[in-house]
């Protein structure tokens, strides 16, 4: 450890470790065993693994899910004296061949990746020739898929270990229930009573207000006169960026100055605007929750949830932003009935039809596959032809991967290449007479600037294979005659085991896929719940958020003393009134609309508001005039009475009708058994401690 506290004074400026930090630098250094570690916002992880990163021999591999925040840190390092890097599509060839080499060479500490990287079949041989001396997992909740924001690639960190053989592994969270913890210990062969070090969440110096408001007209009212009072810097969350622009809006005429940050914002804008930020003394900030990661801003003196956030995970995060100067802030969050159904609708948006499962899978399973084993999909065709969410089916992938085992997950290609010659390039191109340069000029087309080619048909029609096709243009660009804009990616997959292909099987398979989706779905609609029931509750606001995360002795007496509970001695009054009787008008008026009758969860997102893939390519989504106009009813009672009239069509069937051809987006595609047919939709790790983990 001494090393550790020499690299803590002079490399990072501190003369001692704060809370546990000593501790789990500790158990991995000394102890060789892995550790979770569940610090506050702002709570110091980052020294965890980059004190022992500067500790350790070998390699210290930062998993990370956001691209911005890896370039942040990495900045942050490097001014230190760090050699640290991260390897992301944005690097260009000779910054990528650059930090290969010092990996290779054994110079680099600290190497920042995302999860995505790890399907990359050139960086898992690259990681075999280096010696991974910890494996860091920021973000580590992501792994669980019943945390707050669970990402389907997170899932296989655990094998990238296990192959790798790495040393030790460390997981870093500020926002894990006992659960989700648990999932975390079990996946990463963590000691759960020695192995994690946690920090209680709660902070005496902030103070939780819950007010409940009918209209936006009334929030104004109330945070303008706050506003105007403020002392320092304040972030105010919103659901929609179309919400932060109405709010910010509003805040001009009182001289406010507010700025606007979300995530349909260009990059070099959001930048701008968090830098200003940063470097406000009483800056305004109207944001969705894409702001906030990497804000490490600590005199940010109140945070105000305008629209109530979808998970306690979202909203501890979010109000541990502020005050982590130690001085009083504010945490004012608002109660609203009319903006519940948009947040229902994030938790119910990623169940699809079981039928689009089965249909799904079919052509998964009937997928010819290449000479070397493999099959490859266009992800965001499919989503729109089988009406699944992209994350949903990266998910749906990434079960078929884990749990059932048929395939693995391998480099992803792009199909189509955009292709501008350099200089007298093309002269250098048109003199080549290999087949795969006689085939790419065949096939190439010419657009404005140049050629566009699809390696994926020109494969096809040449009978030469994709990856030759996709070399030679790769080495056109590298010799300096062309420069090349890929698009349409495929995501490749190995197949490991021969998948099920009988009727009977598919809709096993997607019986089991379905009823996580739908066990997904209830647990986020729960912990909507969760959140009115903290603010709604007889309880110390402080106190309730501190347990519901496994801290209930972390406020003293269980009063913090100044909540909107400790203060008025009651819970908020709240009460949400939603219809279980659909009107049969306001039905007709959807099913006149949409004529769709295959899918009775389509019509029900329709009438509540809830977008898809399908609903979106037909219009039939946001500017619709009749999208969410059964908004006040529920939900479940929606699907149900749209299933029956789906039932009187005859369209609802309980078999799979395989087809000849896969379908693509703009085809149609067949239904179960009915001759009917719809629009397409639009460790290792040390293995001999493994024992006592």
């Not at 490399?11 to 501790?23: I, N």
């Not at 260009?92 to 290969?100: E, L, M, T």
Request: net charge neutral; aromatic share 8%; hydrophobic share 40%.
């Amino acid at each position: 450890m001494e090393k550790a506290h020499q690299a803590l004074k002079d490399v990072f400026g501190f003369e001692s470790f704060r809370l546990l930090q000593q501790d789990a630098i500790h158990r991995l250094l000394v102890n060789n065993e892995n550790a979770l570690v569940i610090f506050p916002t702002g709570g110091g992880k980052s020294l965890t693994y980059q004190v022992p990163a500067l500790c350790l021999d070998g390699l210290t591999l930062v998993i990370s899910p956001l691209i911005a925040l890896m370039k942040d840190q990495v900045d942050a390092l490097v001014k230190r004296g760090v050699k640290a890097a991260n390897l992301d599509s944005t690097l260009g060839a000779d910054r990528a061949a650059w930090v290969k080499g010092e990996l290779l060479s054994g110079s680099l500490k600290i190497l920042f990746v995302a999860p995505e990287r790890l399907n990359n079949e050139s960086f898992v041989a690259l990681m075999k020739r280096v010696k991974i001396s910890l494996l860091a997992v920021d973000e580590a909740h992501c792994i669980s898929q019943w945390g707050a924001s669970f990402r389907p690639e997170y899932l296989k960190i655990a094998r990238f270990a296990e192959e790798m053989d790495v040393e030790r592994v460390l997981c870093l969270t500020a926002t894990a229930t006992p659960t989700v913890a648990q999932d975390i210990c079990t996946s990463f062969y963590i000691d759960q009573k020695d192995g994690v070090f946690k920090t209680p969440l709660y902070r005496p110096n902030l103070s939780f207000k819950v007010e409940v408001a009918n209209t936006l007209d009334e929030k104004m009212k109330r945070i303008v006169p706050l506003l105007q009072a403020r002392t320092g810097p304040v972030i105010i969350y919103c659901t929609l960026q179309k919400d932060a622009a109405e709010v910010a809006n509003r805040l001009y005429p009182y001289d406010l100055e507010p700025m606007v940050y979300h995530a349909g914002l260009p990059g070099e804008e959001r930048e701008q605007i968090q830098i200003k930020f940063m470097e406000s003394e009483k800056g305004i900030v109207c944001a969705t929750i894409a702001f906030g990661m990497g804000i490490d801003k600590a005199d940010i003196r109140s945070v105000i949830h305008l629209y109530m956030p979808k998970t306690l995970e979202n909203y501890s995060q979010e109000v541990g932003r502020a005050g982590r100067d130690g001085l009083p802030s504010t945490c004012l969050m608002f109660l609203s009935a009319a903006d519940i159904p948009i947040l229902e609708g994030f938790a119910r948006g990623d169940t699809c039809s079981k039928k689009d499962v089965e249909l799904w899978i079919q052509q998964v399973a009937m997928k010819e596959p290449d000479a070397d084993g493999t099959i490859y999909f266009n992800h965001y065709d499919q989503s729109k032809i089988f009406d699944i969410r992209m994350n949903v089916l990266n998910l749906c992938y990434a079960q078929l991967e884990l749990d059932h085992k048929y395939i693995r997950a391998i480099t992803p290609f792009y199909s189509v290449y955009d292709i501008s010659a350099r200089g007298s390039g093309l002269q250098a191109i048109l003199k080549d007479n290999s087949q795969a340069s006689q085939a790419i000029r065949k096939y190439w087309r010419t657009k404005v600037g140049g050629y566009q080619i699809d390696v994926v048909d020109t494969a096809k029609f040449s009978k030469l294979d994709r990856s030759e096709l996709a070399r030679t243009i790769s080495g056109w660009e590298m010799d300096g005659h062309i420069t090349t804009k890929p698009s349409q990616i495929r995501a490749r997959y190995l197949i490991v085991n021969p998948m099920i292909k009988t009727v009977e099987g598919i809709k096993e398979l997607a019986n089991k896929i379905h009823q996580g989706m739908l066990s997904r779905e209830e647990e986020a609609v729960q912990k909507l719940q969760q959140v009115i029931d903290l603010a709604t509750g007889d309880d110390c606001l402080a106190h309730a958020l501190a347990t519901y995360f496994g801290d209930s002795d972390a406020v003293p007496g269980g009063m913090c003393g100044q909540c909107s509970f400790c203060v008025s001695g009651s819970g908020i009054e709240f009460r949400r009134k939603v219809s279980t009787v659909v009107d049969p008008m306001r039905m007709r008026a959807i099913l006149a609309a949409c004529p769709e009758r295959d899918d009775p969860r389509l019509l029900a997102r329709m009438a509540f508001g809830i977008t898809s893939p399908r609903l979106t390519a037909n219009k039939w989504s946001t500017s619709h005039q009749l999208f969410g106009s059964m908004v006040d009813v529920d939900f479940n009672a929606l699907v149900a009475a749209f299933d029956e009239e789906c039932a009187k069509s005859g369209y609802l069937k309980n078999t799979v009708q395989y087809v000849s051809t896969v379908p693509r987006a703009g085809q149609k595609r067949t239904h179960s058994g009915t001759g009917t047919q719809s629009a397409a939709r639009g460790g290792g790790y040390n293995k001999r401690a493994r024992g006592r983990r």
